[in-house]
């Protein structure tokens, strides 16, 4: 592969089509997915503005929108199928199509290459594959809307038998077969994605960028990437198995005597456990995917912005691994009152507390990273700040729910929804935006407004905690969640009221990333031009120019000679060494 | 010394308090809100012991949120006023055994809570139940839930699948003696207080969760599986028995009633729908 590329990065100058859209130039691939995560991002966020409207005003009607949804919102009012149709889309788009393409298939793409000093990817074609087999993927998921019943509504865990018959639901219907095809191809494409990314860290690092002087984002990568690599094939497996299932009578999930509207399925022998489990060997390695890299580019900020080296890198860096082998083995404990054996379920229990000893770690080493720094309050320093108060809390949060005695009363209540929506909602948002801030004049060699990123700072962080914090207290009080509303149950008249300030909050929150958006696009064009190292980093995407050329070095690629975070070093002239400078310059301290 | 270094220091110390006085604050509101009593009113008995575990954590996690957002807040307050770095980075050695504090403190907090507090409480919910227990059978369907009682022959009636139909929604055999003198209810469960009752719970479409809030009590009902546990009332009353995992359209709408009666109601209530 490496004999294609030129040594000097000298490319001839190719077409429109082959540069920005089937281009296999990783920062072009990383971009592409910025964008389509952006994009489905606003979708994901109309959903849920829809499903809020009706949390907060339940019996209220919406003609304009009845105009726009004739089916779901027949005469402007909700139809309970329809909020639960929302609800799953919202949550099979944001965790897979929006945080993972995000972190994974921007930054991961974006950054790879650029900070472990290869020219591109191992596999270029294959990269541009992926890209190019995730756009189906999410027309799939978007056009099952359209499809006869809507689009799939047995949440984005999809559990049978509600999801494997038509009879169950209407988003059982074609919508769920939609579903399912949309993941297969999303699976096809990240798989790509994953083996890219894990070879080229591997292999393609540059001279002296051994694994202990890879930067903490690139370690994170590394380690999500593995994870999706490990844990999405039986998830692979077991949506054929679903679609067999729905389409081909068997019964893999379902078991006999099902009853449905006078009619007894001839299914038998199945159980709907056996789809937790697969669905879970994934789903809790996947939230592993998502939070690792926002923890990387969380961490990779703080040297930055402090003037110092990251605290612990090698005790954080042995965390990330032990917290990435544990994240494989406790996906019991979404199953602690599934039915699942008792015994096995207090062993996921005692499994799942042990990962927060690592997270602890990483936890005490971001605070310690602050310790004595000297800070400089930009705006991607604001939101990394932000990761770290979502994760405390997020974290926290997480202790009473691994713990299956407490999770008895917890467990499907909005206090999980709040829970991870702080830690793979709210700590990769934070950090998918700190990312964006500060790589952008790698990307576009421009500065985003700094006035501007501020301002979204502090509409996006306090609405957001605002949001889920309430969460947690309504699910303390026993909110079942997936309810379409909450007129029934006399237990829950208090919390009636606090839906409509989350409602409004959630409106801020919404309307507060139009700023962001509207800003990331103006300044490709007009933002102030970036000197080449703006943020005076240590790591090699800033010792080339910006936007960086096709093969990221006109000369040779930059050896390394020391780890990320050399800041300050002593007897130094600057503040900052770069990983490419000589050891007969400045002392190396790691 | 970079052009964002000292020259702005004085907005940016400002800055910073007041970024340090929201983290301050955040800590100080998660805490002050945790500290209010959320969870509805207690009325069974191990309930108790669930209670206890969530009171451990709540104490627990309130002070370490409370010291972390602490500490986060005066390194964010105090790095904005210096104009050179006050420590840099420590031997490995010294990173190491910092690491020990957030491990001790977590294997105490995290695995000391659910060994010491939580596994007892764990084991004895679905440990066997006591042999004196009054058997409830409940079937969950979309969007109800159907309940049995064996009757006074403490046996319940075979069910057959090929015999479920819209009239006979629990496919009951009605040639088998055995189901004779069982009572047959709807989205009502009568049951007397201090005394243990057993759930046998089924569901005959989609999974379905059985969830006592103000009884500690969430089971999922699976097709195709009797999954059993019991718990003992503690208040008389009647307390609301919603779905917890999604069912359906009807998910937010399928809720019952544990009716929870005093000894002598209680049989008064099997007398008068003994049915023969």
């Known amino acids: 592969m490496a004999d294609h590329v030129p040594a000097h990065g000298a490319h001839p100058r190719q077409s429109f089509l082959r540069r920005y859209v089937f281009s296999t130039d990783h920062k072009v691939i990383g971009l592409q997915y910025l964008v389509t995560s952006m994009a489905m991002a606003l979708v994901g966020g109309l959903l849920v503005m829809l499903m809020r409207m009706q949390l907060a005003w339940p019996h209220s009607s919406w003609p304009l929108l009845g105009k726009l949804f004739p089916v779901g919102m027949e005469g402007g009012l909700m139809k309970p199928e329809f909020y639960l149709s929302l ?83 209407p988003g059982s219907q074609m919508g769920q077969t939609w579903w399912i095809v949309g993941m297969a191809l999303f699976i096809a494409s990240f798989t790509m994605g994953g083996l890219n990314y894990v070879t080229t860290i591997l292999n393609m690092r540059t001279k002296g960028m051994s694994l202990m002087r890879m ?33 081909a009578g068997t019964s893999f999930f379902l078991p006999s005597g099902l009853f449905f509207g006078n009619k007894l399925m001839e299914h038998s022998g199945g159980t709907p456990l056996l789809w937790q489990h697969l669905f879970w060997f994934l789903g809790h390695p996947e939230v592993y995917v998502l939070i690792l890299p926002a923890l990387g580019i969380t961490l990779e900020m703080l ?32 199953m602690y009152v599934s039915g699942m054996s008792p015994y ?89 935006f700190a990312g964006c801030y500060y790589w952008f004049p790698k990307m576009f060699g421009r500065m985003m407004n700094e006035k501007l990123g501020k301002l979204h700072f502090w509409l996006t962080m306090p609405a957001f905690y605002g949001i889920f914090l309430a969460m947690h207290y309504i699910g303390l009080a026993g909110t079942p969640r997936r309810y379409f509303n909450f007129e029934r149950y006399e237990f829950l008249a208090n919390i009636r009221e606090p839906q409509v300030w989350i409602t409004i909050a959630a ?30 980093a240590a790591t090699l995407e800033w010792t080339t120019p910006s936007p960086a050329p096709h093969g990221n070095w006109e000369g040779e690629i930059p050896e390394v000679h020391r780890w990320a975070y050399d800041y300050n070093v002593p007897g130094a002239s600057s503040d900052c060494t770069a990983q490419s400078v000589p050891a007969q310059s400045v002392p190396v301290t790691l | 010394m970079g052009e964002n270094g000292g020259c702005r220091r004085g907005t940016a110390s400002a800055e910073s308090l007041f970024l340090a ?24 008995d191990h309930g108790a012991g669930i209670d206890r575990m969530l009171t451990y954590i709540l104490y627990c996690v309130g002070g370490l949120l409370l010291i972390g957002h602490g500490l986060l807040g005066w390194f964010l ?9 006050s420590f840099r980075m420590a031997e490995h050695r010294v990173e190491r055994n910092w690491s020990l504090i957030p491990m001790i403190v977590m294997a105490l907090v995290a695995e000391g809570g659910v060994l010491v507090l939580g596994l007892p409480v764990w084991a004895k919910i679905y440990g066997p139940p006591p042999a004196d227990s009054i058997v409830v059978e409940v079937t969950g369907e979309q969007f109800a839930w159907n309940i049995r009682y064996p009757g006074a022959d403490g046996k319940f009636g075979k069910q057959e699948a090929k015999l479920l139909s819209l009239d006979n929604p629990l496919g009951l055999d009605s040639k088998d003696p055995d189901g004779k003198d069982d009572i047959i209810g709807l989205n009502s469960i009568h049951v007397p207080i201090h005394k243990p009752i057993k759930i046998r719970l089924k569901s005959k479409d989609v999974l379905h969760s059985f969830y006592l809030p103000h009884l500690r009590v969430k089971q999922d009902a699976v097709p195709g599986m009797t999954i059993e546990f ?34 002598e109601e209680f049989t008064k209530w099997l007398e008068e729908n003994k049915n023969g």
């Not at chain 1, 929804?417 to 934070?430: C, D, N, P, R, S």
């Open chain 2, 21 to 44: 006085i929201v983290v301050w604050l955040i800590g100080i509101i998660v805490v002050g809100l945790g500290a209010r009593q959320w969870l509805p009113e207690l009325a069974s």
């Open chain 2, 77 to 85: 307050w105090k790095g904005a006023g210096r104009d050179r770095i």
């Open chain 1, 87 to 169: 609800m799953t889309m919202h949550g099979t788009i944001m965790v897979f199509f929006v945080v993972s393409l995000a972190l994974l298939g921007g930054f991961g793409n974006f950054l790879i290459p650029l900070q472990i000093g290869a020219r591109d990817m191992a596999f270029p074609f294959l990269n541009m594959l992926s890209f190019w087999i995730m756009v189906p993927a999410c027309l799939v998921m978007l056009g099952s809307f359209l499809v006869e019943g809507g689009a799939a509504a047995a949440g984005w865990t999809a559990y049978p038998p509600l999801s494997a018959i038509a009879e169950a639901i």
């Open chain 1, 215 to 247: 930067p903490i984002t690139i370690w994170s990568l590394f380690l999500a990437s593995l994870l999706g690599l490990l844990a999405f094939p039986p998830l692979t497996a077991a949506a054929v198995m679903l679609l067999m299932d729905r389409h």
């Open chain 1, 303 to 334: 040297p930055v912005f402090t003037r110092k080296p990251l605290f612990g890198y090698r005790m954080t860096v042995y965390s990330l691994v032990t917290i990435s082998f544990l994240g494989m083995i406790v996906w019991g404990h979404h």
């Open chain 1, 507 to 536: 409106f801020l929150l919404f309307i507060g990333q139009f700023l962001f958006l509207g800003n990331f696009f103006a300044s490709i064009f007009r933002g102030r031009p970036a000197p080449v190292n703006p943020w005076e």
């Open chain 2, 230 to 263: 019991w718990f003992v009332p503690t208040k008389k009353g009647n307390f609301e028995l919603p779905c917890a995992e999604l069912c359906g359209l009807g998910h937010y709408e399928m809720g019952g009633m544990l009716i929870v009666q005093s000894e």
């Open chain 1, 344 to 432: 096995v379920g207090e062993i996921f229990a005692i499994g799942t507390l042990t990962i927060t000893l690592p997270s602890a770690i990483v936890g005490m080493n971001m605070l310690a990273s602050l310790w004595g720094g000297l800070l400089r309050l930009r705006t991607p320093m604001l939101f990394s700040i932000g990761s770290i108060v979502f994760f405390g809390t997020g974290g926290f949060g997480g202790i009473f729910l691994g713990n299956a005695t407490s999770d008895i009363q917890l467990h499907d209540t909005y206090f999980v929804v709040g829970h991870f929506h702080l830690m793979i909602g709210g700590v990769t948002l934070m950090a998918i």
